[in-house]
C-alpha cells in the first residue's frame, strides 16, 4: 500500500554567503545527487526518457545508482538504478523528481528564502521554523512509498540534508574568506595609487633626465673617439704640416702677419687676397687627396 506523506526542512545559511551564491550551488546537478550517502554511480542521459510527463521532458535526466544493503552489517549488497529529472528554477532554486525502485516516488524543491542584509524583510511562515533574519534553506518533499520503505527513504533524506548543510556552510565559509581577501586587494591597490599620487610620480623626469644624460655622454665619448683617430690620420697630418710651412714661408717673405684692421687698403691687401687663393689651391690639394687611398699618399 502506497502512502504519500509531504514534510519540509529549514537550514540557515552561513552569513556570508548571498543568494545567488546559494542557488548556483543547488543547481548544481552532480553535487547536488552526491550528497545521497547511498549514490556510487551517476551519468548524464542524452534524452529525456519515452515515458517521461510532458511537463519533464525539458528537464536535465540522470540515471543513478546507489548502494543497497539486503541485510543488516552488509551481509547481503547489491545496486539499484534509477532516473531522475533536473529543472533549474532561475533565482530560487531547484526542483526534481526521481523515481527510485520499489515505488519510490519522490520529488523535492529545494528554494533560497528569507531577507538578506539590505533586502526588505519576507514575511514570517508559520510552523516551518524559519529564521526571523538572514537567509535560509528550505527544502519540500513530497514522498511516495509503502510503509515498510517509509522510515528507510526519510532516514536517507535528512542524511542527505545534514551533508546538504554542511556543504553549504563550508561555502559560505569560503566565500567569506574570498571577500576578505579582495578587499584587502583592493584596498592595498588603492593605497599604492595614493603613494604614486603624492610623491612617485616625481621620479620619472629624474629617470628620464639620467637616461639622457647617459646617451650625452656616449656622444661626447664617441667625438673624442673621432677626433683621435683623425689627428692619427695620414692624410691630416701631411694636411696641417702642408698649412704650417705655408704660413711659414709667408711670414718670412711679408713679415709679422698684419692685425685685422690693416686688411683695408694697400700693399697688405694684396697679400691677403695672394694668401686667401693660395689657401683655396692648398684645400683643393687636399681634399683631392683624401679621395685617394690611403696607401698612394706620399
Aim: aromatic fraction near 6%; glycine fraction near 10%; include cysteine.
Amino acid at each position: 500500500m502506497s502512502k504519500k506523506s509531504t514534510f519540509t526542512s529549514v537550514t540557515p545559511l552561513p552569513a556570508g554567503m548571498t543568494r545567488q551564491a546559494a542557488v548556483d550551488f543547488l543547481q548544481d546537478h552532480e553535487a547536488m545527487i552526491d550528497l545521497n550517502p547511498l549514490v556510487t554511480g551517476r551519468q548524464r542521459m542524452p534524452a529525456a526518457p519515452a515515458d517521461a510527463p510532458a511537463d519533464e521532458r525539458p528537464c536535465a535526466w540522470y540515471e543513478v545508482t546507489d548502494r543497497i544493503d539486503y541485510l543488516p552489517g552488509g551481509l547481503a549488497r547489491g545496486s539499484v538504478r534509477y532516473r531522475c529529472a533536473f529543472l533549474d528554477l532561475p533565482g530560487v532554486g531547484l526542483q526534481t523528481h526521481c523515481y527510485a525502485p520499489m515505488g519510490v516516488d519522490l520529488r523535492t524543491r529545494w528554494s533560497v528564502a528569507g531577507s538578506a542584509p539590505g533586502e526588505p524583510r519576507e514575511a514570517p511562515e508559520l510552523g516551518i521554523g524559519a529564521p526571523p533574519t538572514g537567509l535560509y534553506l528550505r527544502e519540500d518533499t513530497e514522498l511516495r512509498c509503502s510503509l515498510v520503505m517509509a522510515a528507510f527513504v526519510r532516514r536517507t533524506l535528512r542524511d542527505a540534508h545534514k551533508r546538504l548543510a554542511d556543504r553549504l556552510t563550508q561555502r559560505g565559509a569560503r566565500d567569506a574568506q574570498d571577500a576578505e581577501r579582495r578587499r584587502l586587494r583592493e584596498a592595498a591597490a588603492a593605497a599604492a595609487g595614493m603613494g604614486r599620487e603624492h610623491g612617485e610620480g616625481e621620479q620619472q623626469p629624474l629617470n628620464s633626465h639620467r637616461i639622457s644624460s647617459y646617451y650625452v655622454q656616449r656622444e661626447a665619448e664617441a667625438g673624442r673617439r673621432r677626433a683621435g683617430a683623425a689627428a692619427t690620420d695620414p692624410r691630416n697630418a701631411n694636411y696641417h704640416q702642408s698649412g704650417l710651412l705655408t704660413e711659414q714661408r709667408y711670414v718670412s717673405e711679408d713679415g709679422p702677419a698684419p692685425s685685422h684692421g690693416m686688411y683695408a687698403g694697400g700693399g697688405n691687401n694684396n697679400t691677403s687676397c695672394s694668401r686667401q687663393h693660395h689657401g683655396q689651391e692648398t684645400q683643393q690639394y687636399h681634399e683631392a687627396d683624401a679621395t685617394r687611398d690611403p696607401a698612394e699618399l706620399p
